[in-house]
């Protein structure tokens, strides 16, 4: 059983009493991390019948395959009990012949977080070749992703969007349920273009003409199948004006995936959408839901105009705008639970307050493990520790520089030498 440290007691006891109750021998092997236990259940903190790990069987395995030994001296301190990580990765050095980049701690003012990207891109740009830029997988995660209900400005960053307006929170999910039809349209086009293939976004666009639909009184019930475009051209058999309009709208937004913009959503494509929408549900769409679902809506983060910061299809931040080089994809760090990146810029959030912040004397090497401390700060670094733990090659941190300001505005020069002597490089942007 791997991940075993996420098993709630529920399903703990359905995997006793699937593979092992009885009197049959069974060998039974859980993995697991307990410094990464971070879906935890409401109400539940885990198994307890059959907790994980049970002190009494197990083996520690403090080896990390994934990356080399500077790394793992940065992230354990994190660890809720540091296992004293042991680096014995990566399995392919730099093309430039080192093992590991030099992990970066990048110090950003009041007003520069929107350059914090760049600055990580840049830096990518000087440590990976052409071929490494072209094969990795490049990261930028924060533990807060979704702004809140209404924007606060008085605790910057708050949350991923303060880094990238564009950034779409709805998007970061493995299946996402966008709140509106134009979030249905850029999910779909980002799975498609991920798949090499138009499907995910015909059957997400089809998917939001059936919830449009489902929002209609009186209407046709919907019994959801398993095909949604299947479903939805079945349902416009008997009405060829509105198919004929369907399937205008996905040779545009699925098969050639062409920009949606604000403009040509609310001049072309809205009504069109809302006249198939009614076909498919046999009546007329109107009311507050229905309006809201077609609205055209701007990210809620944005830091300037909604006109200027058309939304990303499926958060990936591309640098530079002309010839992109470097390919970074942007989410939270629940998002990024079990995978491995060559490149992860770990991005500061606020939840209660600011996160990395908080962490200053893990980060320095001054603190290491907290099993007396509280529930918040506990969740808070196994977050962080889980970020820290994905990448195979660089690891970078984007951090207020207020953290390490003295009374005088200057950069505190002690707080800089611990971050240093402890093995990151400081870069202010």
Same mark, same amino acid.
């Given at each position: 059983?791997?991940e075993?440290?996420?098993? $709630? ?5 359905? *995997? ?14 859980? &993995? ?11 109400? @539940? ?6 907790? &994980? ?8 395995l403090?080896?990390s ?34 093992p ?5 701690? !990048? *110090? !950003?003012? @009041? @007003?520069?977080?929107?350059?914090? *990207?760049?600055? #990580? ?7 990976? $070749? ?29 949350h991923?969007?303060? #880094? ?7 998007? $970061?999910?493995?299946?996402p349920?966008?709140? =509106? &039809?134009?979030q #249905?349209?850029?999910a ?16 997400? %666009? ?5 919830? *449009? ?9 919907? /019994? /959801? ?12 058999e ?9 399937? @205008? ?7 050639? /995936? ?48 909604? =006109?200027?910061?058309?939304?990303? =299809?499926?958060?990936?931040?591309? #640098? ?7 390919? %970074? ?32 004397p ?10 007396s ?8 670094l ?7 733990? /994905? ?16 009374g005088d ?21």
């Amino acid at each position: 059983v791997d991940e075993a440290q996420d098993n $709630s007691e529920a399903q703990s006891a359905l *995997l006793h009493d699937l593979f092992t109750a009885g009197d049959q021998p069974v060998m039974c092997q859980r &993995f697991g991390d307990p410094n990464q236990a971070i879906f935890n259940f409401v109400g @539940d903190e885990g198994a307890t019948t059959r907790p &994980f790990p049970d002190d009494m069987v197990k083996k520690d395995l403090p080896n990390s395959h994934r990356f080399g030994q500077k790394i793992a001296d940065l992230a354990d301190p994190l660890g809720i009990i540091p296992y004293k990580l042991v680096g014995q990765g990566p399995k392919e050095p730099l093309a430039s012949g080192k093992p590991e980049a030099v992990h970066t701690v !990048f *110090l !950003f003012g @009041d @007003d520069s977080a929107q350059n914090v *990207l760049d600055a #990580y891109a840049d830096l990518l740009i000087d440590t990976f $070749s052409e071929q490494e830029l072209l094969g990795g997988s490049f990261v930028a995660v924060g533990q807060i992703h979704r702004p809140p209900e209404a924007e606060q400005n008085d605790k910057h960053p708050r949350h991923v969007g303060h #880094y990238w307006p564009n950034y779409d929170s709805e998007l $970061s999910k493995i299946d996402p349920k966008p709140q =509106s &039809f134009v979030q #249905y349209v850029l999910a779909g086009q980002g799975k498609a273009a991920t798949a090499g293939e138009a499907h995910p976004a015909v059957e997400k %666009i089809a998917a939001g003409i059936l919830r *449009l639909a489902g929002m209609a009184e009186g209407g046709t019930t919907l /019994r /959801r199948r398993r095909h949604n475009h299947r479903q939805v051209m079945s349902l416009l058999e008997e009405s060829a004006d509105a198919r004929s309009h369907y399937l @205008d709208v996905l040779a545009n937004l699925a098969l050639s /995936r062409n920009t949606l913009s604000r403009e040509t959503w609310d001049e072309r494509w809205r009504e069109i959408v809302r006249s198939v929408g009614e076909a498919v549900a046999n009546a007329t769409l109107s009311g507050e839901d229905v309006n809201s679902f077609l609205d055209w809506k701007d990210n809620a983060g944005s830091l300037v105009s909604p =006109s200027d910061a058309p939304k990303s =299809s499926d958060n990936t931040y591309h #640098y530079p705008k002309d010839g992109p080089k470097v390919h %970074i994809r942007v989410g939270s760090i629940h998002s990024v639970k079990g995978e491995t990146h060559t490149a992860t810029l770990v991005l500061e959030t606020f939840w209660y307050d600011h996160n990395l912040e908080n962490t200053v004397p893990w980060l320095t090497g001054s603190k290491s493990g907290a099993e007396s401390a509280g529930t918040r700060q506990s969740t808070r670094l196994k977050l962080h520790y889980v970020a820290m733990t /994905r990448p195979t090659h660089l690891l970078c941190l984007a951090m207020k520089r207020s953290t390490f300001e003295n009374g005088d505005g200057e950069l505190d020069q002690n707080s800089i030498g611990a971050l240093e002597r402890h093995g990151w490089q400081v870069k202010a942007i």
